[in-house]
Structures are given as structure tokens and as C-alpha cells.
């Protein structure tokens, strides 16, 4: 008995898994990424607050939305300039959702990131949109207070907007 029902569970989870990687979006290639963002560059991440924090309709969770201050260490493409600070918006997503359909920010890290906004308001365009990790996070636990921010001292000798 045993072994029909093995095969039987397995096949039921083979199919409960792959169902829902089916509804995520395809990644956006490089070339891609490139052409649709405003912005380009490494940052390094200054500070994150928590601006709000709103229910999520369908699970009830709080979620907080939160804006990354960051330096451009370096701008690979777009209208801002190389030391500069803008900020970076995101939320978080309710818990066990599939997919990584945000993308984090933590204070210390230095990170590529390919972004879309102006006025140094910006986004990141796409779930994959965050590149190559250059240096890692001081801070790794986010604020879930609105007005709480986390962050880490402007490195010496470095410009400021």
C-alpha cells in the first residue's frame, strides 16, 4: 500500500509547487534593465525609514513601506551625479508570498541597482533589478515603526547632497 501512495504524494507536490512558479514574472535581462531604467548606479545605503505601515487586504499583515537614502558611489547611467543622495522606495510583502516581488535596501550595503523615478525619488524597476552586492549590510533588521529610521554614519570624506 505504501507504495502507491509514495508515488501518488509525490506527484500531488510536484504539482502544488510548480503551479505557483508558474505566475512569476519572467526576470528582466540586462540589456533590458538597462534600456528601462532612469538610473543606474552603485549606492551605498545610508538609512532606511519606515514611512507607513498598512494592512495587507488579503492576509491582514502589517506591512511597512519604507525610503532608502542613498549615496551614488558610482552612476552608470542617468541624470544624477556621483555623490549624491536620493531615495529609494519599497514595501515589504506579506509573509509566504511566492516570489521575490520586493526589493530590500539595508543601511551599509553597497549594491548596484537599476532604478526608475526623477527628482531623486526613485524605484527599482523590477524584481531582479538589484545587482551585484559590493559590500554587505551593517543594519539588517528594518524599522516597523512609521518615523523609525535606521542607519549608519556618511563615510569621512564623503561628498554630500
Known amino acids: 500500500m505504501l507504495r502507491h501512495v509514495t508515488p501518488l504524494l509525490l506527484s500531488l507536490m ?8 508558474v505566475a512569476l514574472p519572467a526576470p528582466m535581462s540586462n540589456d533590458e534593465l538597462l534600456s528601462k531604467s532612469g538610473l543606474v548606479a552603485l549606492v551605498r545605503v545610508l538609512s532606511v525609514t519606515c514611512v507607513s505601515v498598512s494592512k495587507d487586504a488579503r492576509t491582514g499583515e502589517a506591512l511597512p513601506s519604507y525610503s532608502a ?10 541624470e544624477e551625479t556621483k555623490g549624491d543622495d536620493v531615495n529609494i522606495s519599497f514595501h515589504a510583502i506579506p509573509t509566504g ?6 526589493v530590500y535596501y539595508y543601511p551599509g550595503e553597497m549594491v ?3 532604478l526608475i ?4 525619488d526613485y524605484t527599482t524597476i523590477w524584481w531582479n533589478g538589484r545587482g551585484d552586492l559590493v559590500n554587505k549590510a551593517v543594519i539588517t533588521e528594518l524599522p516597523t515603526t512609521p518615523g523609525e529610521t535606521v542607519e549608519v554614519p556618511r563615510r569621512s570624506g564623503q561628498s554630500r547632497n
Open 14 to 21: 510536484f504539482c502544488l509547487i510548480a503551479v505557483p512558479a
Open 69 to 78: 537614502r542613498v549615496e551614488l558611489m558610482e552612476v552608470i547611467k542617468g
Open 97 to 102: 508570498m511566492l516570489g521575490p516581488w520586493s
Open 112 to 114: 548596484f541597482t537599476h
Open 117 to 120: 523615478g526623477k527628482d531623486g
